[in-house]
């Protein structure tokens, strides 16, 4: 509705934010066909989503921006992809741009202890200067409100803490397992503290011989050597036979391999609000 201002209320209800949407196009990711959007069993038709990626052909999606009836721009900070619109396109456009806090380049390569990366240098620059520049902010977790407001210097009451939802209903299990199998769930990463959980492993190895550990999620080089995470853990854990990788699992698949835990293990050094958590 015009002038509508959700962030004037606090902790928003589904119901208030249906009562506030009245024929809005949202710019959201991952889908570019119109969809439906379900809240809690309402289907809300008039809700559009169109996904542009800026930082390629932007020129070209620049133009097919123009031709959109958008309301709304919403991205993450995370990689700065809107930084060639609000060069090219917000002051010819002015459409409100929202940016939904993820983990901060600054962030992401502290905890993981990152001296040289494949990003370019100006990456932090430009995430600081989306979120500056917004319209809006918003963050899934009041510790990364407070991270980023301390780094950007920026108001906390200017970032609404908005947290991240899971439908239960998937997740609920009863099941017990009866292996004493320990659960990784996650991308491999320092930040994510498997270093220090295969180091755990090796003394609850020796107190528990049948003990099994399991990484489930993809491999990456994002540790202070800039080699294969995977590779790292292995050269950490004594007994490579109880050590298990699984890869490349649908999100869809990932609560059947946490329900085969006798124990989830959840070792971050940093996080914002994720999902794995939650689930």
């Known amino acids: 509705k015009d002038n509508m201002d959700m962030s004037r209320i606090e902790n928003p209800t589904e119901n208030d934010i249906l009562e506030n949407i ?20 309402e289907n809300i038709n008039h809700i559009k989503s169109v996904t542009i990626t800026f930082k390629k ?11 959109e009836d958008i309301d709304i721009i919403e991205s993450p900070e995370w990689g700065a992809d809107l930084i060639e619109y609000y060069k090219q396109y917000k002051s010819e456009l002015k459409v409100p741009v929202v940016i939904k806090l993820h983990t901060p380049y600054f962030v992401w390569k502290k905890y993981n202890r990152i001296i040289k990366s494949s990003y370019i240098p100006e990456i932090e620059e430009w995430e600081k200067e989306i979120v500056m520049k917004a319209d809006g902010v918003f963050s899934c977790s009041n510790a990364l409100r407070d991270i980023v407001s301390e780094e950007y210097n920026i108001d906390k009451s200017q970032i609404v803490t908005i947290p991240n939802l899971i439908e239960t209903r998937s997740v609920i299990t009863d099941k017990k397992s009866d292996r004493e199998d320990i659960y990784y769930v996650g991308s491999l990463e320092q930040r994510k503290g498997v270093f220090i959980l295969a180091e755990a492993f090796n003394i609850v190895k020796k107190q528990i011989p049948s003990a099994r550990i399991f990484f489930v999620g993809r491999d990456t080089t994002r540790n202070e050597k800039n080699i294969s995470t ?23 698949s990932v609560v059947k391999y946490m329900q085969k835990a006798s124990v989830l293990v959840f070792p971050s050094l940093f996080e914002n609000f994720p ?5």
């Open 57 to 67: 052909n932007y020129k070209e999606n620049g133009n097919k921006l123009k031709k």
């Open 22 to 41: 009245d024929n809005v196009n949202i710019k959201v990711t991952f889908d570019e066909n119109s969809q439906n959007i379900i809240l809690d069993g």
């Open 230 to 252: 995977k590779d790292y853990i292995q050269e950490i854990i004594d007994d490579e036979e109880s050590c298990n990788f699984i890869e490349h699992v649908p999100n869809d």
């Open 275 to 279: 999902y794995v958590l939650l689930e």
